[in-house]
């Protein structure tokens, strides 16, 4: 059967029944033709059939495409579509809003750009942005923008592509601005930029927006949870209003929790997103290892030996290792060590590192040039290098979605099996490792917990100054009017939602309008009120009734007394981080945290981007300075750079994971139950039977050799294991220490209501603590048995009581006042109003006296980093009855969870 394709917007058409006859309709621009007049009613099943029947000539999905691009897919040497192809293809070509999940190599972006390049060429309208493809790092754009310029090139015809990101120059942005390309590459902040500036207010940009047809979200879960895809959501709704019509919207991922959520948040005023899963399952041969023993040289000695072993091995094959750490101070330090060992052709990777000398090490990648790359989250998402056979990583990534992205970057093609080591500091770390991996052969990744701001005041006030920014560029521009845009696009005037707003108060409204179109924002409207008075407050505008804003009091706020446009910090939700760059004589060689570069002088030396550096000169400015150095060939101590950075909160599946393999290693070899340890042995055996017939995802080799390594540590725990059933407190002298699969959130909560109840620091009882996911630990002020003796010894009640004493009849109203309390009094918070001051019109020492400002800051802290409602339903089910808690004097668990804690004192 032949595929019909729409005249007016190249999708593909779809049979409907009517009354009349069968007709070829498209569901994009509502085009219909009359395919087969209907015959007499007792041939009418007859006809259907036929129709349904014709379905069946498809050898398989990819003899929709265009000729051209079938022939693409062959040179490329797919001649067959995965599931996710099959599934995709049709959906794309129809129009439908999609977001994809398949594993990693499964052959996603093809699914994607193989239709999307037939509409084109059967559409044969190249003018224009059709395609606007949304990348969340730099990395990945640059990969993308080569791997799909090299298909276009074999295509032919008249389709062009360009990126835009910051790394691209001043020139490459104004060639782009007049020969707009048919496919653009960009990230959000970005394409805020030629939204809300001149590229955009010279009309060419518009004019070339106006035409988008297709917006191209790739790894959708790093934008789905912060504040990067509330901007990229609110972006994709402007965009939809400038032109007025709906445009089609494709998400892609390998790793997506919670799909359901990320689907109606991308769909946005659209509608939710079809979920389409592919059936590929990526296999991984993973190796855990760790050191024989736990002393700091002798890990540091495992890992050089190993990460030189993969250096070896990779340089006799003419192949690639990437080893991924956790920080971008590991990163230089492995790379330094491995440098001191006479191991020359490997390179550093992280996103601190200039333009030029991350593009130099991706051009020797793809060039096999280097043995070993070792690097960060930067090279993780989506990054396609075909010669990577081995992935390394440096202990655990907290997360299984991290470890998943990061082992899927070797064997990077369908059917392939990625293959990898992780190298574990110690039998805790290790046993974290197992239970990712654990995890992993559930599919367990999409009940990973993801938290999705709710209203974001900050976010919402950010986006009304852009647009008064965008409004400010309008008025400034000679003779701007929405006729004249129109004049120049060739359309009519009615068409193009833009003009230049009259009032403050106009822009307000617009920016609500448009933000309420968002499920978090859908209450937004009753703030507005509230909003106008905040924008009044910190003066940024004068007058709500004319078009009255402060542009010096934004550019101060925004830009300080940098030279930085202050289009960069006002199109930007990455939270600012103040540096200092690095240079060469003329050459940038990356940026450094002020934290460490104020500690620099005249004559210091440090290792930085694989090379030793010696401080010639250092120049300070308001938001950090510049640093002139000289490469040093002479072998002296150098310091290593440190850049400040959260950690990764791990989950409570997680945790509960970790309890449950404790249990099984204690079962196994401690109890020596010959029944426990049959059961096991089959469970293991029938795991690699699953593995070789494609359904089990991960093997662990030499898993029993794993699991005696971690008993060393566990051989005299004692029993019961915790679990989520059973809390248990153990005691020793002035320790104590709560073990149950917490999760780090619910640790968290449960730790700072503690301590609010029972006081910490000075004439408080508590002098000591540290949350983990796996439990708590409180150190007194005294001995527990003293403490007991003067305050409860005659409430027959237990140490664990004590504890809880307090806490068992809050609720949650409750327990969220208590934290606002205690958060205000804590350093923890001023992270978050360094993050949102600006938004509100504030500098950090402005906003710290601002109560708008401290209450907003510490709503999202409670949002993001606690679990108030898992922390109550723990108490109520201790309550209850529902969850044990069995006390008992320390044992050797509490110790293995703990040790540096029970080392330091």
Not at 312 to 332: D, Q
Not at 385 to 398: G, L, N, R
Not at 403 to 425: A, C, D, F, Y
Request: aromatic share 10%; proline share 3%.
């Amino acid at each position: 059967m032949d595929a019909y394709f729409c005249p007016n917007c190249g999708m593909l058409l779809n049979y409907e029944e009517r009354v009349d006859g069968i007709y070829l309709v498209c569901r994009w621009c509502g085009y219909s033709k009359l395919l087969r007049k209907k015959p007499i009613a007792d041939r009418k099943r007859r006809v259907i059939g036929r129709v349904l029947r014709n379905f069946s000539f498809f050898k398989n999905e990819f003899d929709l495409l265009h000729p051209f691009v079938r022939k693409l897919l062959e040179d490329l040497g797919i001649r067959k579509p995965t599931s996710i192809q099959r599934k995709a293809i049709p959906c794309i070509l129809r129009g439908e809003n999609v977001l994809l999940m398949s594993p990693t190599g499964s052959g996603k972006t093809e699914a994607v750009f193989a239709p999307l390049f037939s509409i084109l060429l059967n559409n044969k309208d190249f003018d224009g942005v059709k395609i606007l493809y949304i990348s969340p790092f730099r990395a990945l754009a640059r990969n993308m923008y080569k791997r799909l310029k090299t298909y276009i090139e074999k295509l032919g015809g008249n389709i062009r592509i360009e990126m835009w990101t910051r790394d691209v120059s001043e020139k490459e942005r104004i060639f782009i601005e007049h020969l707009p390309p048919t496919i653009l590459i960009t990230t959000p902040e970005s394409l805020e930029v030629i939204l809300d500036t001149r590229f955009g207010f010279n009309f060419r940009l518009l004019r070339a927006l106006f035409n988008v047809k297709h917006v191209v979200v790739d790894e959708v879960h790093e934008l789905a949870y912060n504040k990067r895809g509330i901007h990229l959501a609110i972006l994709l709704e402007r965009i939809k209003h400038f032109v007025n019509r709906s445009f089609q919207r494709i998400c892609l991922s390998a790793t997506v929790p919670k799909p359901e959520q990320v689907a109606e948040f991308f769909g946005g005023s659209d509608g939710k997103l079809k979920l389409i899963r592919g059936k590929e399952v990526k296999r991984y041969k993973l190796v855990v290892q760790l050191p024989e023993k736990e002393d700091l040289k002798q890990m540091s000695d495992f890992i050089i030996d190993k990460l030189r072993e993969v250096t070896e091995k990779h340089k006799s094959k003419s192949a690639v290792g990437l080893a991924f750490t956790n920080t971008r101070y590991m990163s230089e330090l492995l790379t330094r060590d491995l440098q001191n060992r006479g191991i020359e052709d490997i390179a550093v990777y992280h996103s601190s590192l200039s333009k030029d000398i991350r593009e130099e090490v991706e051009s020797k990648l793809e060039n096999k040039q280097l043995s070993l790359v070792v690097c960060t989250r930067a090279l993780e998402l989506g990054v396609d290098y075909k010669d990577v056979m081995e992935v390394v990583q440096i202990s655990s990534p907290s997360l299984l979605s991290y470890l998943i992205q990061r082992m899927g970057r070797g064997g990077h093609k369908p059917r392939e099996v990625s293959k990898g080591r992780i190298l574990t500091t110690d039998p805790l770390d290790a046993l974290e490792v197992y239970a990712l991996l654990r995890l992993a052969e559930k599919k367990s990744l999409e009940k990973e917990e993801h938290v999705v701001l709710d209203l974001p005041l900050d976010v919402a006030l950010q986006t009304i100054q852009q647009m008064l920014f965008q409004a400010y560029n309008m008025r400034n521009e000679q003779s701007f009017s929405s006729k004249k845009l129109a004049d120049w696009m060739g359309i009519k005037e009615p068409e193009i939602k833009i003009d230049v707003p009259k009032t403050c108060e106009d822009v307000i409204d617009r920016s609500i309008n448009i933000l309420s179109k968002l499920q978090i924002f859908k209450n937004i409207k009753q703030l507005k009120e509230y909003i106008c008075d905040l924008l009044l407050e910190s003066g940024l505008i004068f007058c709500i009734e004319n078009f009255e804003i402060n542009p010096n009091r934004m550019r101060w706020i925004w830009a300080g007394r940098t030279k930085k446009s202050i289009i960069y910090g006002l199109c930007s939700y990455i939270p600012p981080n103040f540096t200092f760059k690095v240079n060469e004589e003329k050459k940038e060689i990356g940026d450094l945290d002020w934290y460490y570069a104020i500690t620099l002088r005249k004559g210091s030396v440090f290792w930085f981007a694989g090379k030793r550096w010696e401080v010639k000169g250092i120049r300070y400015h308001i938001g950090g300075g510049r640093i002139y150095v000289k490469e040093c060939t002479e072998e002296e101590m150098e310091e290593l750079p440190f850049w400040r950075g959260g950690g990764v909160d791990t989950d409570k599946m997680v945790a509960e994971k970790f309890y449950e393999l404790v249990d099984e290693i204690y079962r196994e070899y401690v109890r020596k139950n010959l029944f426990d340890r049959l059961s096991l042995k089959i469970k293991r055996f029938f795991k690699n039977i699953l593995y070789y017939l494609g359904k089990n995802p991960v093997k662990i080799e030499d898993e029993g050799k794993l699991r005696l390594k971690i008993l060393k540590d566990l051989r005299k725990i004692e029993e019961p294991i915790p679990s989520k059933e059973i809390l248990i407190v153990e005691l020793s002298k002035d320790k104590l220490t709560l073990l149950h699969p917490f999760g780090s959130k619910i640790a968290r909560t449960l730790l700072d209501l503690i301590l609010i109840k029972m006081g910490n620091g000075k004439g408080g009882l508590i002098k000591g603590w540290y949350p983990k996911p796996y439990g708590i630990y409180l150190r007194f002020q005294l001995r527990l048995e003293d403490i007991f003796e003067l305050l409860y010894s005659h409430s027959g009640k237990t140490i664990f009581d004590i504890i809880f004493a307090e806490l068992e009849n809050l609720d949650k109203s409750e327990v969220e006042v208590a934290l606002k309390e205690r958060l205000k009094d804590i350093p923890f918070i001023n992270k978050q109003i360094y993050e949102v001051c600006r938004a509100f019109g504030y500098t950090y020492q402005e906003a710290r006296r601002n109560e708008d400002v401290i209450r907003e800051a510490i709503r999202q802290v409670i949002q993001l980093y606690y679990d108030i409602d898992g922390a109550v339903k723990l108490i109520k089910d201790v309550r209850e009855g529902r969850v044990k808690v069995i006390q008992r004097n320390l044992t050797s668990l509490s110790k293995f969870i703990f040790k540096e804690q029970f080392k330091s004192m």
